[in-house]
């Protein structure tokens, strides 16, 4: 069955870090790109980051770049997301989802595989 | 960065009948326009990629038209399971970006 779950949320206080995971099962991230999507409370749908098939290529939001690491570990077919310097803007549920056709990295086919969200709250 | 604008932001209709969103983008990106489809407490789910087709299991009745910056999703018979939020997302090139969504109520 081809699925992604996310773990990893929790609250963090602003200025640290946290790091989310995604373990993925029924395809291979030698195959596909995935991104990470955020939603805040009671909005909408923001872009964080992309990692290609291959792991070479990364893509991040303007608003994450520098503070934000998207990476994978292929062996044990997991995505992270590591978070730095945590702001009160940053809390939101963050979904990892695979580009819809194998190899692309950008998800012009849509993106077709979403997990249920890691939840993740910035407060002091 | 290219942004998307949806309207309306919501709109209300009746089982049976016709609703169009439509999506704008600020600079032409050919027809790499995706609509997703979220229900309350769920992740969105993929309906229409490259501006027109239909990702399978997705009903008939939901329809999606355009090119260049323009760009309609339309449900041609409001059905009760519709109830949602719809984003449109631009794919043509990083970063990527969301429109603010449209709210589907009856």
């Known amino acids: 069955q081809v699925q992604v779950v996310e773990s990893g949320g929790g609250v963090v206080q602003p200025g640290r870090s946290q790091r989310l995971s995604c373990v993925v099962s029924?395809?291979?991230?030698?195959?596909?790109?995935m991104h990470w999507v955020r939603q805040a409370p009671g909005k909408g749908l923001e872009w964080v980051a992309a990692?290609?098939?291959?792991?070479?290529?990364?893509y991040y939001a303007d608003s994450v770049r520098g503070r934000f690491t998207i990476s994978r570990d292929t062996s044990k077919n997991r995505l992270f997301l590591q978070m730095t310097s945590l702001t009160v803007e940053d809390t939101a549920v963050y979904f990892c989802?695979?580009?819809?056709?194998?190899?692309?990295?950008?998800?012009?086919?849509?993106?077709?595989?979403w997990g249920q969200g890691a939840a993740v709250t910035v407060s002091s | 960065d290219i942004q998307m604008t949806q309207s309306p932001s919501s709109v209300s209709a009746s089982v049976g009948d016709g609703v169009t969103v439509t999506c704008r983008a600020s600079?032409?990106?050919?027809?790499?326009l995706v609509w997703y489809q979220q229900k309350p407490g769920n992740p969105p789910k993929l309906l229409i990629f490259?501006?027109?087709t239909l990702q399978g299991g997705v009903p008939s009745r939901f329809n999606g038209s355009g090119s260049g910056t323009d760009f309609t999703l339309t449900i041609s018979s409001l059905q009760p399971e519709d109830v949602a939020t719809y984003f449109c997302?631009?794919?043509?090139?990083?970063?990527?970006?969301f429109g603010g969504g449209t709210k589907v109520e009856i």
């Open positions: 997302q631009q794919a043509y090139t990083f970063p990527v970006t």
């Open positions: 600079q032409s990106i050919s027809n790499w």
């Open positions: 989802a695979r580009v819809g056709t194998t190899r692309n990295l950008l998800p012009r086919y849509g993106m077709d595989v």
């Open positions: 490259a501006a027109s």
């Open positions: 990692i290609s098939f291959d792991g070479d290529i990364q």
């Open positions: 029924g395809f291979s991230l030698n195959s596909y790109a």
